[in-house]
């Protein structure tokens, strides 16, 4: 059982906590130019992590977590912050989450009124939309992540559902709109907030999160409670979430109106340079599929078969093959490992055939049971979103 009241003590953290000297300094190389980063701890409640920013926290995992399990460990699990104003306290026992705006009855619940509701539990990735951006050619503005900008949790929380019918959503409501406890950085700035459409507000899928992997979400992944939303970017599952608002007209807010939109075209990309499209808010993610055993560039045997593992994710549909490609040969099946529900990472095995002596290049690639594959060529936008190529990694055998 999750205890909510026991992180009260994590006012210990202090506001300083977040520009702590970082520890255990030591360099890691993304894989692309200016790709050199520190990984360090020092971070409330996590190890040690790939600093891409420290105000606001924007840290990656590193990538050799991803080969240890299917679920990412809530210590090492990818931090991303927009505003360097984030909750490093939260008493419990004063928190409310309000639900107002078309609602019958606004409501301000106490956490223990939210826990009261009945529980749902559900696997799923949370992916940044810019998850691994910094392999765009050209090269796209933002942070330059990795392909660690994503994470596998058993959430457990409560229907978002169950929480909009305590207020009633009053009929002609269009959307809801979703804020958490960090503020802009200056008067006038817009909240960082976003919004999903009643219906899918109230699919029964999404979910007010307490519990992550067995615990309390981490202060930095959004403690006390945040949104999850499955099958989508994480850029909508809002952490720390207090404020609920349900609108009657389009969320004309920035971050909504403004930022994370792709163009409107069937694959959600453009001509590289490209400026000017009709674009629409992102949504739902694509499928991607990674070697986990071995690190690109690696050594491995020569004339001996090679034993693969790695990791897949369907997007918004469950995994429904991976296959893997050495240089030119036809593609080859991977065995599909325990299957955790259609928004969870799935891990696959194979074992290819004996290698000759030089370099060889392995891709992997995930169809979805929507019959969604990865493409060959990544589909490029200028925000550098939904990135979902083919990865290909080289190994020399020897
Ligand atoms: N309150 C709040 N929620 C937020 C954000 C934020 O800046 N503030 N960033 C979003 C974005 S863009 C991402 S990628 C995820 C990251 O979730 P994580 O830090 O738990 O990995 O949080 C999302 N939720
Ligand atoms: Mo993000």
Same mark, same amino acid.
């Given at each position: 059982?999750?205890?909510?009241? @026991? ?46 920013? =420290? ?121 809801? @709109? ?24 109230? #699919? ?122 050495? #240089? ?15 928004? =969870? ?54």
């Amino acid at each position: 059982m999750v205890e909510l009241s @026991r992180r009260g003590a994590l006012g210990a953290l202090g506001a300083g906590a977040v520009a702590t000297p970082l520890l255990a300094q030591d360099l890691v190389r993304l894989g692309f130019a200016n790709g050199d980063r520190a990984v360090a701890g020092g971070f409330p409640e996590k190890g040690a992590m790939i600093v891409q920013r =420290s105000r606001a926290p924007v840290l990656e995992t590193p990538w050799d977590v991803y080969g240890r399990g299917v679920f990412t460990r809530n210590d090492r699990f990818y931090v991303r912050w927009h505003y360097s104003d984030i909750p490093l306290s939260v008493d419990v026992a004063a928190f409310r989450l309000r639900i107002g705006g078309a609602v019958n009855s606004p409501r301000a619940l106490t956490l223990g009124e939210l826990l009261k509701l009945p529980r749902v539990e559900l696997a799923a990735v949370n992916q940044c939309a810019g998850n691994s951006r910094g392999h765009f050619t050209p090269r796209v503005a933002g942070a330059q992540w990795g392909h660690g900008a994503m994470g596998n949790a058993r959430w457990v929380g409560v229907r978002l559902r169950d929480v909009l019918d305590l207020a009633g959503v009053r009929a002609g409501a269009t959307a809801v @709109r979703f804020a958490g406890l960090d503020r802009p950085p200056v008067e006038g700035a817009p909240w960082y907030a976003k919004s999903l459409s009643v219906d899918h507000a109230r #699919d029964g899928e999404v979910m007010i999160a307490f519990a992550m992997n067995g615990a309390a979400l981490p202060m930095l992944n959004g403690f006390p409670i945040r949104l999850v939303v499955p099958g989508w970017y994480s850029t909508y599952w809002i952490k720390a979430l207090d404020r609920i608002e349900v609108l009657t007209g389009a969320d004309d807010n920035f971050w909504m109106a403004k930022a994370y939109r792709i163009p409107t075209t069937p694959d959600g990309g453009v001509a590289p340079g490209t400026k000017d499209f009709a674009s629409t808010p992102i949504g739902a993610m694509v499928p991607r599929s990674f070697v986990t055993s071995v690190a690109d560039g690696a050594v491995v045997r020569a004339g001996q078969p090679l034993s693969l593992g790695g990791l897949a994710m369907g997007g918004d549909a469950g995994v429904a093959r991976v296959d893997l490609r050495v #240089d030119g040969a036809p593609w080859q099946a991977a065995t599909l490992e325990v299957d955790h529900g259609r928004y =969870s990472f799935r891990r696959w095995t194979a074992t290819l055939p004996p290698l000759a002596r030089g370099t060889h290049s392995i891709g992997v690639r995930c169809t979805n049971a929507s019959g969604v594959a990865q493409p060959e060529v990544a589909v490029w936008n200028p925000s550098g979103y939904q990135r979902g190529v083919i990865e290909t990694i080289k190994v020399i055998a020897q």
